[in-house]
């Protein structure tokens, strides 16, 4: 019996969270109605409140938070004026200290051991330090334009973002100038599910500890779409004046054909064609080069001490040859070349792996090599090469979806020594390193680092160790 009115309300208690970080209540309705889990967005543990029912949705009853009747604890007044909106930092109103008991137990209960857990290693900076934002363009049935974030619980609808305090304050500068150049002109959003439009999303990157900018503005490759020549000069116009010319700006091009892999072209419209990020590690500075999509960690300050915390793990084991596979544009690779004789770095992207080789150059390190490729695919014809060494030390930092089966494979018959995990996604991480346990590795030690304040995201390293 699910029957629901729209818009009931009921004083509910939130007891856990959501695995997206929403609250979660039991709403216990008079019998003989069952109980429901309901999941209220920008509510923590432990607050009392009345919410108002909400339509189910993909298998989900969701909540809307009308009032706290009783504060949680660890409750405490959010920054951002959008909070109450905004998807993206759905632990804005929790202190940061139980954000990261939060995170602690969710890592503790992913590996089913708290003793391997060490004390999560937080952030000084919890707001501006985001290095790397997307900004969705969306416009509704009659017309109204939105440029921002998606709304919380109901995605993929977006609002306007006036403001964001996760990045500097430029990113809402350029944000909202383009908003403006969009608003003069006749140009739509994107409509994925017509392909209609022209308008995507719009990506700011910046090199924090350089303070150089990019802009991409990703858009259409229908050319029914393409902007013209004027309309690009005015959104030159547009970005130079709200943040100077020095800021490199890009438009990307997304080619999709029905059953095809979607094509990528970039066009430089103004300003340098990369920007350069430096990493203050512990054996001294590091610079790279970044291109519009090559992958950068998106918090430089927690990479640094991501980074020095994941080799400190490796040091003690005197590497000398290791691979780095999803290695990026080498930032790992290269700051493991100052203790190892040689590392191999594999990376799909190939304007990451650009990036690599001349990142080796501009830092003057000569025992780093780069392939391209898949990692799986790569491995399987390295390994066929008659003057292939094994590596004695192997780390991997995959995307969200974790190691693929070709991955798992090939580290079972490299069989390094040791194998530094690093993962954004500690659920798939959890799987592979069970995997690997099956192998003969033993898990060591788990390090949660949190990149990511005020959200439900977790970096975290497994170091694990072969047997004999
Ligand atoms: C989480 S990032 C890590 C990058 C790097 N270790 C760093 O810290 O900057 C994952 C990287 O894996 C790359 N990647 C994704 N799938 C891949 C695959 N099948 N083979 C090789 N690289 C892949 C992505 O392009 C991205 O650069």
Not at 160 to 183: D, G, I, M, Q, R
Not at 289 to 297: A, D, E, G, L, T
């Amino acid at each position: 019996m699910e029957t629901v009115t729209e818009n009931e309300t009921a004083s509910l208690t939130i007891q856990d969270f959501t695995p997206k970080g929403y609250g979660l209540a039991v709403w216990p309705r008079e019998a003989p109605l069952p109980a429901l889990k309901v999941e209220i967005a920008h509510t923590v543990r432990g607050d009392r409140i009345v919410a108002a029912m909400r339509k189910k949705m993909r298998g989900v009853r969701k909540g809307r938070l009308l009032e706290i009747l009783q504060p949680a604890a660890c409750r405490v007044p959010a920054v951002c004026a959008h909070a109450q909106v905004c998807g993206g930092c759905c632990w804005q109103q929790m202190s940061y200290a139980a954000q990261l008991a939060e995170k602690q137990k969710r890592v503790c209960d992913t590996f089913a051991n708290d003793a391997l857990v060490k004390p999560i290693i937080g952030a000084e900076k919890i707001f501006g330090y985001r290095n790397k934002m997307e900004f969705t363009f969306s416009e509704n049935r009659g017309g109204m334009r939105y440029l921002g974030l998606m709304i919380a619980q109901a995605e993929p609808y977006v609002f306007n973002v006036e403001e964001c305090h996760l990045a500097s304050p430029w990113f809402t500068s350029v944000l909202h100038a383009v908003k403006k150049w969009w608003e003069d002109t006749a140009v739509c959003a994107y409509h994925p599910h017509r392909d209609v439009g022209a308008l995507r999303y719009l990506t700011l990157r910046e090199a924090v500890r350089t303070g150089q900018k990019m802009a991409i503005l990703n858009v259409s490759g229908n050319p029914e779409y393409a902007l013209t020549r004027s309309q690009l000069d005015l959104l030159v116009q547009a970005v130079q004046g709200a943040v100077g010319k020095e800021i490199s700006l890009f438009l990307r091009i997304h080619q999709t054909k029905k059953g095809k892999p979607t094509q990528f072209f970039e066009m430089h419209l103004c300003g340098p064609d990369h920007i350069v990020e430096e990493l203050h590690l512990s054996g001294g500075p590091l610079a790279f080069k970044i291109s519009p999509i090559s992958f950068f960690q998106p918090n430089t300050w927690q990479a640094e001490k991501l980074y020095d915390t994941a080799l400190s793990m490796l040091q003690p084991f005197q590497p000398q040859r290791i691979f780095d596979l999803y290695c990026g544009t080498g930032t790992l690779s290269m700051a493991a070349s100052r203790f190892a004789k040689e590392v191999v770095g594999i990376e799909l992207s190939p304007e990451a792996v650009l990036d690599a080789k001349e990142n080796a150059q501009r830092n003057q390190i000569r025992n780093c090599n780069f392939h391209q490729g898949d990692v799986g695919k790569v491995l399987t014809s390295l390994m066929k090469e008659s003057s292939f060494v094994r590596p004695d030390a192997v780390i991997v930092d995959p995307p969200r979806a974790g190691l693929d089966a070709l991955a798992i494979e090939h580290l079972k018959t490299l069989s390094p020594k040791v194998i530094l995990y690093v993962s954004c996604n500690p659920l798939t991480q959890a799987e592979n390193v069970q995997q690997l346990q099956a192998f003969g590795y033993d898990v060591k030690c788990l390090q949660p680092v949190d990149q990511f304040p005020h959200t439900y995201h977790i970096e975290n390293i497994a170091l694990l160790v072969r047997r004999s």
